[in-house]
């Protein structure tokens, strides 16, 4: 026993924690992996937050498209969905910057009801857009690994899961390289901390402004292509993605990537070991009640900039 | 500016409710009276958001939970308990209100607004939405199909006027009580809120109590709302009383027609009540139709908060502006 420390052997969650323990086990490894590719998807939600202040309710539903895509890649030309990230990238940017000339532009002085009611109505024409196309029903992409699994110790590491989480962790990099290492990166950060003085030394806010709304739907396109080997797609997966983003921005802080990887890996965690010992649906409740937690403690985030 | 005190208003809405009244009369067709019904629930709608998005300002997302949880509960009372929908109408309805009070003081003593109240809000629409789609009680994703009930004492009608009088009375209870909210102090106190919330608590506005009055309002009355849903449709599942689908039509109603006004709501869903309608005629199958709809509401919704934000009621107002400007000019010289 640790000195000083309160001795929680006896209590019920120990003992769960004891019996379970393998399960927790299994819970965190799947919990990191899923924690990271969550961390894609808070990052470009985070940027797009961050830099020109726009919360984007859509943006699970990009994520949906970067599925999609991956499906339909998948299905007609037998594209993995790894090498589908290839033709998303570009997709997604175009449609992103899109997205951003016809909706966002326009309502950038405007406030905050009407940003928040233009990407809800986003959100609700994409996912009956993609009902249009393909349809209501739930859909799978059979890779090879996607039951695969290496065995570590007692824990089965998901090989699907373990490629996703190490693209998301190289996408994550190559953020963090271009955010800090380039010129223009460094354009984006000043954006997203101080608008006017940013444009007061020159920088194109309009041209960051495109390119960090590509960006994000970008990452979330790949983070959708990511998911697809492991995950059922439907139409109406925008909902909880952003809902998730959400809380782990607002766990991590806004605007903040170092925020989204922490916030991602912590709810990451928190739902898989959740589901491993009680059942996926209550997962849902403990990432509500992670969300409530987090504004009663510390609204602005963990890694916030005040 | 002093503003009219007087009921005129107030006596023009029943007089006009009194003429809508008399629709059934001359209008027997089944149909007809089928669309008029829907227009009025979606009308009723609106009219409830719009006193929570409208006047007060709070992004309120939840409320299809309110009137999922109407309709469920009503329903599930008669069905297992045999409770008429009359009274389990309002069991619901203070159901609601006790959740929605719960949520907004949550909200009100952690200092959750705006933005983190629309996703607080949403969250907790979409947990009720879950909730009821994995509870077998409430016969989870399959929905419940009301059985063919026998009596007005139960909610039900062989014809369809008496539920067209139903949700006119509805709407108009609505309309009542957002027509005297706002002509209240009330009402000078949630339009100070929605301007500027520390502003209205420096003047001394307790804006914690009117928040939470008025979502406890709009949350009864929606409730309400949904038990009229389940009786008239006969069938509650949780996509089309708990889903985004009555909200975008809260949003798309009041916006269209100017959140904050009285009559926003009303004209801003009644021209889009009927254009579903409309579109229900073009030749595609019905997947499609229903699909097509809702893609066009989201296109239409945004296209209205870029371009004309203050909705048709905010275009009038302009207008008549515009108007007696143009006849001072030309008939004072």
Redesign the interface.
């Known amino acids: 026993m640790v000195r000083g420390f309160p001795d929680l052997s006896g209590t019920p969650a120990a003992r769960i924690a004891m019996q379970n323990i393998e399960l927790i086990l299994q819970g965190i490894c799947t919990g990191i992996m899923m924690g990271l590719i969550y961390a894609l998807i808070a990052s470009g939600f985070t940027m797009i937050l961050g830099v020109m202040n726009v919360v984007n309710f859509a943006h699970g539903n990009f994520v949906m498209m970067g599925m999609y895509l991956a499906y339909s890649l998948g299905v007609r030309f037998g594209l993995d969905p790894f090498a589908s990230i290839v033709v998303v990238i570009p997709v997604m940017i175009i449609f992103g910057a899109t997205v951003y000339f016809i909706i966002i532009k326009p309502i950038q002085g405007q406030p905050q009801y009407a940003q928040m009611i233009v990407t809800l109505g986003l959100l609700y024409v994409i996912e009956n857009v993609v009902i249009w196309i393909f349809g209501g029903e739930s859909r799978t992409l059979n890779t090879p690994y996607t039951t695969a699994a290496i065995a570590l110790g007692g824990v089965r590491l998901s090989v699907a899961r373990l490629l996703g989480a190490s693209a998301s962790l190289v996408v994550l990099g190559g953020l963090f390289l271009f955010l800090y290492k380039t010129d223009f990166g460094r354009a984006v950060r000043a954006c997203a901390n101080e608008p006017e003085s940013a444009q007061g030394v020159g920088i194109n806010l309009n041209k960051v402004f495109y390119t960090a709304f590509g960006i994000g739907a970008a990452m979330a396109g790949i983070a959708g292509c990511i998911v697809m080997p492991f995950q059922v797609c439907n139409p109406t997966a925008g909902i909880p993605a952003v809902l998730k983003a959400t809380v782990i921005v607002i766990v991590g802080g806004f605007g903040s990537i170092p925020g989204a990887l922490f916030g991602g890996l912590v709810i990451g965690i928190a739902e898989s070991v959740t589901s491993a010992i009680w059942s996926p649906a209550f997962a849902n409740v403990v990432v509500f009640s992670v969300l409530i937690l987090m504004l009663l403690w510390k609204p602005s985030g963990v890694f916030s900039r005040g | 500016m002093r503003e009219s005190r007087s009921l005129r208003p107030f006596y023009c809405l029943i007089c006009a409710a009194l003429a809508v009244a008399t629709v059934p009369l001359f209008v027997s067709s089944d149909y007809f009276l089928t669309v008029f019904i829907s227009v009025l629930y979606g009308v009723y709608l609106c009219i409830c958001w719009n006193l929570v998005?409208g006047y007060t300002?709070l992004?309120s997302?939840c409320h299809q939970a309110f009137l999922g949880i109407g309709a469920y509960t009503s329903t599930v009372l008669y069905l297992n308990h045999k409770l008429s929908p009359w009274l389990g109408m309002f069991v619901g309805a203070f159901l609601s209100t006790a959740l929605a009070v719960g949520l907004t003081f949550?909200c009100y003593r952690?200092?959750?607004k705006?933005?983190?109240f629309?996703?607080?809000t949403?969250?907790f629409a979409?947990?009720i939405q879950?909730l009821v789609m994995?509870w077998d009680y409430v016969h989870a994703a399959v929905g419940i199909s009301l059985v063919q009930m026998d009596a007005p004492w139960d909610y039900y009608f062989m014809e369809r006027s008496p539920y067209y009088w139903i949700i006119l009375f509805l709407v108009v209870i609505a309309l009542a009580v957002t027509f005297f909210i706002e002509r209240s102090y009330i009402g000078y106190y949630l339009k100070a809120i929605r301007e500027d919330e520390d502003a209205a608590e420096a003047l001394g506005v307790p804006s914690s109590r009117y928040k939470i009055l008025v979502m406890a309002v709009s949350a009864f009355l929606i409730s309400l709302g949904g038990t009229f849903y389940a009786q008239f449709y006969m069938y509650i599942h949780p996509e089309n009383v708990l889903s985004?689908g009555p909200m975008?039509t809260m949003?798309v109603g009041t916006?269209a027609g100017g959140a904050g006004t009285l009559l926003g709501p009303v004209i801003g869903w009644t021209f889009f009540g009927f254009f579903d309608e409309a579109l229900s005629w073009l030749p595609i199958g019905s997947l499609?139709t229903a699909?097509?709809t809702?893609?066009t509401?989201?296109?239409i919704?945004?296209t209205i908060?870029?371009?004309l934000?203050t909705g048709m009621v905010g275009l009038a107002k302009r207008l008549s502006v515009i108007l007696r400007i143009r006849s001072r000019r030309y008939s004072g010289e």
Do not use: D, K
Request: overall charge positive; hydrophobic content about 65%; proline content about 3%.
């Open positions: 998005f300002g992004f997302l949550v952690y200092r959750v705006g933005l983190f629309g996703i607080v949403l969250a979409f947990v879950n994995s985004f975008v949003q916006m499609s699909t097509i809702r893609i509401y989201g296109v919704l945004m908060v870029i371009f934000p």
